[in-house]
Nanobody, 128 residues
Framework: QVQLVESGGELVQAGGTLKLSCVVS????????TGWFRQAPGKEREFLAA????????RYSDSVKDRFTASRDNAKNTAYLQMDNLKPEDTAVYYC?????????????????????WGQGTQVTVSS
């Protein structure tokens, strides 16, 4: 059983920064990978970033790789998404998700279907 709880979403002005957190509750987190997604009204859920808890590399969507930075604190089982230079088009509900870090997963990590467990989401609103 994996539980994820996001926090940190709020209303921010364009050009501002925000850091989201995701606490992952699971017995052996090093077996897992975590991804960040977002979903704007009327749009598909969009992949942002992913990483494995027992590795050092992070993978990003080309659309955000210059402004968003994923990180984590293994001691706290917490993932972070640092978002800089926010734009109104970044307005969305942001989700973290988790799945076992398998070869099949890493073939499909950009797809929401690769993830078995999701948080409830946190709203980010960027005003112009």
């Amino acid at each position: 059983q994996v539980q994820l709880v996001e926090s940190g979403g709020e209303l921010v002005q364009a050009g501002g920064t925000l850091k989201l957190s995701c606490v992952v509750s699971v017995s052996d987190i090093r077996r897992y990978a975590t991804g960040w997604f977002r979903q704007a009204p009327g749009k598909e859920r969009e992949f942002l970033a992913a990483f494995r808890w027992n590795g050092y590399s992070y993978r990003y969507s080309d659309s955000v790789k210059d402004r968003f930075t994923a990180s984590r604190d293994n001691a706290k089982n917490t993932a972070y998404l640092q978002m800089d230079n926010l734009k109104p088009e970044d307005t969305a509900v942001y989700y973290c998700a988790a799945a076992l870090s398998t070869s099949d997963f890493w073939t499909n990590y950009r797809s929401r279907r690769a993830y078995d467990n999701w948080g409830q989401g946190t709203q980010v609103t960027v005003s112009s």
